[in-house]
Structures are given as C-alpha cells and as structure tokens.
C-alpha cells in the first residue's frame, strides 16, 4: 500500500503574521521544483498568523493548518475557533490534541473526539496527535496507552473519515528535547498503532491512514524514519522554524 508522504510544520506559540509570511516566501522558493509533487507539506501557525500565511501559500504546494479547533459550532466560548471559522478562512488541516494541549490545557480523549468530529463536518482535514509519557514507555505502557487514546479519539468515526486522518505518533519523551524513538521502535509502535486503526476499522481503511511520527524529527534522522514501513512522514516542531531545516529535513525525507 503506498501512502504518500506528509510532513507538517507545527510553529506553536512562534511567528508574526510578518515572519510566517517571510518563512513561506523562503519556503515557497526552496520547494517550487515539481519533484516536491509527491509529497504534502503543511505549516502550522497561531490562529493570528493563519490569514497572512494563507495569502502568502495561495498557489504554491504549501498547505496551511491549524494547531486547534474547537467542537461547537458558534456560540459563548471565549477565546476558541471553530471549524467553520478556519474552514472559511482558507485551512486545511488542523492539528487536534498534541501533546502540549493535553499536558497545559486539560485535552482528554473525549475532547479529541469532539474536536475531530466538528473538523470532519466542516470539511477540514484532521491530524491527530498521540503519544506516551517518558513513565508509561519506562514502565511498558506504551500500547495499552496508544490504544486507549486511539479507542476514545476515534469513537464514532467511520472508516471512510478515517482513511482521511492523519495521525501523528509522538512519544511525549522526545518532543523538543533533541530525543528521538530510534526508528526500530518508531516503527514497532507505528505498526501497533495501524494494527488497531484495523482492529476498528478493518484492514483497507488501517492501509490508507497515514501516520507521521514527530519528536526531534530533524534533517540528520527524517530519512531513517520515514524510510519505515508505517511511517508516513513526520509532524515537526522546531525544525519547521527555519525555511533551511524544514527545507532540508524534507529532502531528507523524500531521500532526495
Ligand atoms: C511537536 O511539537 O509536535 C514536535 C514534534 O516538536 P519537536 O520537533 O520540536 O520535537
């Protein structure tokens, strides 16, 4: 089954509206070339840099999401966005329960779900993040803790929306500190994870999602991983700030 690859760049709390722009002008230059046809790329920013970075992406290969999104559609929640907001302003993907969402801002499996399923209604294209704590992998946990989160933040979907998910496999351990799953066991949890997409959702829709695997994925190891059987490119953070590491990092993996 060939997935094609997708490598999105979550900015977090980085980036003016004027340095988004400047970063997807670099970027625009460096990825022009059609041998960039097969691959996705997506960048991230905060909600107040996403109209500017749509405007700069317009009629490039660059994709733009979101890093939130919340499950109703209007009404009195302060401070949230709604599909619809982000759908009528140009975005495509959104990330949805990353790790720092679940640590910081209280995010459980239900609220994934909620979210998720708002983003499908409103046509968005969802990127789901999961991952283990540094304690739950030392402690041999690490299964039973994917596939609690995949259970809860898939229930209800059905397998023609989930064959258009992304999920994001990012072990909590080695998000932005420089620690990253060697690619062995990237992949053996990459594998556990399609095997109960199939479990839920059978074996067709499991061969279509694509997993991308994020924490300190940078230039100097995207090829290794990515070269994995069920990983399907990566979600990266701090190699995504600078036009020349994201640049590179996706040659890398592309194995250019
Ligand atoms: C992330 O925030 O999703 C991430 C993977 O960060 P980093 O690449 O900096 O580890």
Redesign the pocket.
């Known amino acids: 089954m060939s997935r094609k690859v997708i490598i999105a760049g979550?900015w977090?709390m980085n980036k003016t509206a004027a340095e988004g722009c400047e970063l997807v002008n670099a970027l625009k230059e460096k990825l022009g070339c059609s041998c960039y046809d097969n691959v996705d790329i997506v960048v991230c920013p905060p909600f107040t840099t996403l109209g500017a970075v749509v405007e700069a992406a317009k009629g490039s290969r660059i994709k733009v999401g979101a890093q939130n999104v919340h499950w109703a559609e209007s009404g009195a929640f302060t401070g949230e966005i709604s599909a619809e907001m982000l759908k009528t302003s140009g975005v495509e993907y959104v990330?949805i329960g990353?790790?720092?969402r679940r640590q910081y801002f209280g995010e459980t499996d239900a609220t994934v779900n909620s979210r998720l399923k708002a983003a499908l209604n409103a046509g968005l294209k969802p990127i789901v993040?999961i991952g283990e704590l540094l304690e739950e992998r030392e402690g041999g946990l690490t299964e039973k803790v994917l596939t609690t989160q995949i259970r809860g933040g898939f229930d209800g979907i059905t397998g023609e929306q989930m064959a258009n998910i992304v999920v994001?496999y990012?072990p909590v351990w080695?998000?932005?500190?420089?620690k990253t799953a060697t690619p062995d066991i990237a992949q053996e949890t990459h594998a556990h994870i399609r095997k109960e997409l199939e479990a839920m959702f059978g074996a067709e829709v499991a061969g279509k999602v694509r997993i991308q695997y994020?924490?300190?994925?940078?230039a100097d190891n995207a090829r290794e991983l990515v070269a994995q059987a069920d990983i399907d490119g990566?979600?990266?953070?701090?190699?995504?700030l600078k036009a020349d590491s994201f640049a590179a990092l996706i040659d890398e993996a592309m194995g250019k």
Do not use: D, V, Y
Request: some cysteine; proline content about 0%.
């Open positions: 979550n977090k990330i990353h790790s720092e993040c994001a990012e080695a998000i932005g500190t420089g994020g924490g300190s994925m940078k990566g979600l990266i953070g701090g190699a995504a």
